[in-house]
């Protein structure tokens, strides 16, 4: 019997090893994170008319480039990096039997996967499991990255220094940037949890990341004052209005791992009150998009109860976050709450059902505003403005801002004992909201496998 627990061991290990083969085969170059706002961290040069030369008129002045990729880029690491984790909690729980001298089990759920129940493992039972998640992420803040929703403008120089855009006529038109990105994850985390007392576990959570990213910006020439056909503004001599800039990369390799705490304070069984501890730390190199570069401390409250064969949960908690790093200046504390339950609904299968949701406060979002944009509609004498000839039009343009993100997530999942204390896991997400924060449209597969010894 001692022997095939080692062996459960070091198949948990091989597991864990076979996916995560190539983890800490980092991506060339200054990094992933630094790949969109590099992408937007140059000048633009149009073609260099021989007559008049134009070439040089839309150089950001304003940074626009900059700052939105810097707003995207902050956005999405501040999120991606801190998505929630499995549970490093085992499934099985266990009182010694003085009387009989034996383990018992106190339950006959096996819990949730991405929720707490109060129960810990019992003294000196120690649980040892690995998880698989894939993510392709569509959207962030309600605005799709493959659509047109990541737009903004770019604004003419104004070149007779008057103040305006009007005269001359050609400084009314402007450059429409469109940005869309193609961003998968994939994280194996191996876990580990650990009796120390009959109310005292201990628990590791160490995640394996690997993420793909493909930026693409395109540059729209929209000649709304000099008309279509125009030779003043073009990309190259022939005339044409399209640019397009991109980049691409991926990195892989360890992220943020978890340490844990958690102590029963209260209850019998199955039915209980428990405090716990999470430690995230910045073991995941935040340039890579594997980390955050912070340390995250999550105090979090853990309540349960069983009711025959059906037994509901709940977590209510507070991430602090502190630390500082290039990539991140400032991570968002959370607030993070958990409702749901685990129903028993045989001896060796289990139903888990859970709301998932975490405020991000103070976070870095973006959001698509109309701009009213000034143009000449028709050319007077010479490079002016005709008088009084003076349109606009609505174009939507990227703003950075500050606000709360709350982000909802469903859980189902299935858990079930095929032999010994062996426990496989299958189990899905979905977000209930898709407007704010970072979103994966699809349902989000996870899948674990974990023995307690």
């Keep these: 019997m001692q022997r095939s627990r080692y062996w ?7 597991v864990l090893l076979m996916p995560a083969g190539g983890a800490f085969a980092q991506s060339s170059g200054d990094g992933l994170a630094f790949l969109i706002p590099d992408l937007f961290s140059r000048d633009i040069f149009l073609f260099e008319a021989p007559v008049f030369d134009h070439s040089t008129h839309f150089i950001d002045e304003g940074e626009r480039l900059q700052a939105a990729g810097a707003a995207i880029n902050q956005a999405l690491v501040s999120q991606l990096a801190t998505f929630p984790l499995t549970s490093p909690s085992g499934g099985f729980s266990f009182e010694y039997n003085q009387a009989l001298g034996t383990f018992e089990r106190t339950t006959d759920s096996f819990g949730s996967l991405f929720a707490e129940r109060a129960l810990t493992n019992g003294k000196g039972k120690w649980t040892a499991g690995v998880s698989y998640l894939s993510a392709e992420w569509d959207s962030i803040d309600g605005l799709d990255f493959d659509g047109s929703d990541l737009a903004f403008q770019l604004q003419h120089q104004d070149t007779n220094q008057d103040d305006g855009v009007i005269d001359f006529f050609f400084e009314g038109d402007i450059i429409q940037a469109t940005t869309r990105l193609s961003l998968d994850t994939e994280t194996v985390t191996a876990y580990f949890n650990y009796g120390v007392t009959q109310r005292f576990d201990v628990a590791v959570a160490v995640p394996f990341q690997s993420v793909d990213l493909d930026a693409r910006a395109e540059l729209d020439i929209q000649r709304i004052a000099t008309g279509t056909g125009s030779p003043i503004h073009s990309w190259d001599a022939s005339g044409r209005t399209q640019e397009v800039f991109q980049d691409g990369d991926s990195s892989s390799g360890i992220g943020d791992i978890l340490v844990r705490g958690k102590w029963r304070f209260s209850g019998q069984g199955a039915s209980g009150w428990a405090a716990a501890l999470d430690l995230r730390l910045p073991t995941g190199d935040d340039e890579e998009l594997l980390g955050t570069g912070h340390t995250q401390a999550k105090v979090f409250l853990i309540g349960s109860a069983e009711w025959g064969s059906f037994s509901p949960h709940l977590n209510v908690g507070y991430t602090f976050s502190s630390g500082s790093s290039d990539v991140i200046k400032d991570l968002p504390d959370e607030i993070n709450y958990t409702l749901g339950f685990d129903w028993a609904v045989l001896p060796r299968f289990t139903v888990a059902a859970d709301f998932v949701g975490r405020t991000l406060r103070d976070a870095v979002r973006i959001r698509s505003v109309p701009d009213e944009f000034l143009f000449c509609t028709e050319q007077g004498q010479g490079p002016f403005c005709a008088p009084n000839a003076v349109g606009s039009t609505l174009r939507p343009n990227l703003e950075p801002y500050e606000g709360d993100i709350d982000s909802w997530l469903g859980s189902l999942g299935i858990r079930f004992n095929p032999v010994g204390n062996l426990l496989v896991s299958l189990n899905g997400l979905w977000y209930l909201n898709d ?19």
């Design 8 to 14: 459960l061991a070091g198949f948990c290990l091989v």
């Design 435 to 453: 407007d704010e924060g970072l979103v994966d449209e699809d349902v989000i597969p996870v899948i674990a496998i974990d023995y307690t010894f």
